[in-house]
């Protein structure tokens, strides 16, 4: 079994400011994690992901996040928030085993300020 | 690359017909599909996953004879709702992945509103 949870729904930051969504997972077998973007009525884009190596990966606009196993962590941070980061973020796990069956975190909302 | 699309965005339709969603996945050979459903403010929810041709595989509470799902090609899903009511409006996304690979990428969506 495999499950995700994102700490806080909603964040809210200050332009130029650190952004810092975390996310923990749970699973059995060797994950994948990935983190989506989702713009209002719209469709998932993906950030990033991690499936084996580099722990550190990094992705598009900016984007970074940590894999780490002994905290079971894929935390998301960009160093200096912009206006069109504003949107809900989704962190996600599947595996080999799961059959690549993504399951999603509740979604944390970015509110951005100027 | 790795584009994929939905048709139509937006449905608005009567109590009692039947829907159809179209999903493509425009430049890659989509060797599993996924449908999901998100209601407003919330996360998404997996209701099925389908492999061209053969049956799909619903998740543990989704009616597969209300959603009718056809994988009839690798670049082309549809999904049917039958017999809609109000209840399944929500937003629709589809998601496809290639060579059995982890990755999924996400269509845009499709609002259905029924009245």
């Known amino acids: 079994a495999q499950s995700v949870t994102q700490l806080g729904s909603h964040v809210s930051v200050s332009e130029g400011a650190l952004v810092l969504l975390r996310c923990n997972y749970s699973s059995s077998v060797p994950p994948y994690l990935f983190w989506y973007v989702q713009y209002p009525n719209q469709g998932l884009q993906l950030l990033l992901k991690y499936t084996t190596g580099a722990t550190l990966v990094k992705g598009i606009n900016g984007f970074e996040a940590e894999f780490k196993k002994s905290e079971t962590s894929f935390h998301l941070t960009k160093p200096s928030a912009h206006m069109s980061d504003a949107a809900e973020y989704f962190c996600a796990v599947t595996s080999k085993a799961a059959g690549n069956k993504l399951t999603f975190g509740g979604g944390t909302r970015v509110l951005v300020k100027p | 690359g790795a584009v994929v699309s939905q048709h139509p965005s937006r449905v608005i339709c009567k109590s009692g017909t039947s829907v159809k969603i179209e999903c493509r996945s425009l430049?890659?050979?989509?060797?599993?599909m996924f449908w999901y459903r998100q209601f407003p403010k919330q996360s998404l929810m997996l209701m099925a996953t389908?492999?061209?041709?053969?049956?799909?595989?619903?998740e543990q509470g989704v009616e597969k004879d209300k959603f009718l799902i056809n994988h009839a090609s690798l670049t082309l899903s549809t999904l049917t709702v039958t017999s809609a009511h109000p209840e399944d409006s929500s937003f629709y996304i589809c998601?496809?992945?290639?060579?059995?690979?982890?990755?999924?990428?996400f269509g845009p969506g499709t609002r259905l509103l029924v009245l």
């Open positions: 998601s496809a992945n290639m060579n059995n690979q982890e990755t999924q990428y």
């Open positions: 389908s492999n061209e041709g053969s049956k799909a595989t619903y």
């Open positions: 430049d890659f050979q989509a060797t599993t």
